[in-house]
């Protein structure tokens, strides 16, 4: 499918299902009014381990600790303190977070290394590498400075859209089991503009499922924040995206919004520029990152591409 046709066919089936603006004005309100009481201050964020939250559990004090991009465990916040709930062999335990089985089970992957390869989901293990290394605040410490993902509650998560794209092909409204977008980011631009950025990742690069098309998804996606940005929850969705503790009081008239594909380097078809709809006047710019494998595979990031060239140095 053409990138325009792609554009056309989410606005479309936005408007013919209009429950969404209703739905993630709620979410947005919900996350607003739990801000102070949901962030994670009960215990302290376990040593080669994620915590990640998610929309819908906005309204719980429930967080999932992921290693190499999968769920290992949960913690939930009760009367008596934080609990830890992981599976040992076919149970499932649920005891303190101060516990000696909590230490023990915390003590596991304290210095634990993950093999890719080993892994049940290698993109899944990639999009974590590239949160943790993305989210790194000294520039010194980061391979591509000026960027951020945004976070929920302080936490990882994957914002959520009403859209399934995952065969940019075929796409579809599937309300509240629509896509996740992997990475979503806020940026500082060469030129000094602050946009969001869609980001979809790929372990693999090749020729059955291109840098081409894995941008269509990217772009459905970022389509749907779009539209998202023009509703009437915009000011609150976009306060929130670019991290301000106080609304902003007006949206800007242009929006700019970065579609990017993080996958290795490779030979497979490829896609970028600027495409420009005019009904929402928002200008989606779509790039390539791609990462160096041999330097992934010693736990680094060497990027090339479009995308590190637009960035603020």
Same mark, same amino acid.
């Given at each position: ?7 056309? =066919?989410?606005?479309?089936?936005? %408007? ?8 993630? =004005?709620?979410?947005?309100? @919900? ?16 040593? +080669? ?6 929309? %819908?559990?906005?309204?719980?004090? #429930? ?31 649920? /005891?303190?977070? #101060? ?5 023990? *089970? ?6 634990? &290394? ?19 290394? *993305? ?12 960027? !951020? ?7 990882? *998560? &994957? ?6 794209? %995952? ?30 950025? /869609? ?8 020729? !059955?499922? %291109?840098? #081409?098309?894995?941008?269509? !998804? ?17 000011? $609150?969705?976009? @306060? ?9 009081? $007006?949206?800007? !008239? ?5 579609? /990017? ?11 970028? +520029? =600027? ?6 006047? /928002? ?21 090339? +591409? ?8």
């Amino acid at each position: 499918m053409e990138k325009e046709e792609i554009i056309k =066919k989410v606005r479309t089936l936005l %408007s013919e299902n209009p429950e969404w603006k209703e739905r993630f =004005k709620g979410y947005i309100e @919900s996350i607003i009014t739990n801000k102070a009481n949901t962030e994670p201050k009960e215990f302290h964020k376990p040593q +080669g381990l994620s915590l990640y939250c998610s929309i %819908s559990r906005r309204n719980a004090k #429930s967080y999932m600790l992921r290693f190499g991009g999968q769920n290992v465990a949960e913690i939930r916040i009760k009367k008596d303190g934080p609990h830890l709930r992981f599976k040992e062999g076919n149970n499932t335990k649920d /005891v303190k977070w #101060s516990s000696n089985e909590a230490k023990e *089970f915390r003590r596991k992957y304290k210095n634990a &290394q993950e093999d890719i390869k080993d892994l049940r989901s290698p993109e899944h293990a990639v999009e974590s590498r590239l949160l943790k290394e *993305f989210a790194k605040t000294e520039a010194a410490e980061k391979a591509l400075c000026n960027i !951020q993902p945004v976070k929920l509650y302080g936490c990882f *998560f &994957q914002m959520p859209t009403p859209i399934s794209a %995952s065969n940019h092909n075929e796409i579809k409204y599937a309300r509240a089991y629509g896509g996740n977008i992997d990475i979503l980011a806020r940026v500082t631009t060469r030129s000094g503009e602050h946009n969001i950025c /869609v980001m979809e990742v790929k372990d693999e690069n090749k020729s !059955q499922e %291109s840098q #081409s098309d894995a941008i269509g !998804q990217a772009l459905a996606y970022a389509v749907f924040i779009a539209e998202l940005l023009r509703s009437e929850s915009c000011i $609150s969705w976009y @306060s929130f995206f670019m991290d301000r503790e106080k609304e902003y009081t $007006s949206m800007p !008239q242009n929006l700019d919004i970065d579609v /990017v594909t993080v996958m290795p380097k490779g030979n497979s078809g490829e896609f970028t +520029g =600027k495409i420009f709809e005019e009904n929402l006047n /928002v200008t989606f710019h779509c790039h390539t990152l791609y990462y160096d494998n041999e330097a992934f595979n010693n736990r680094e990031f060497v990027f090339s +591409g479009t995308y590190p060239e637009n960035l603020k140095k």
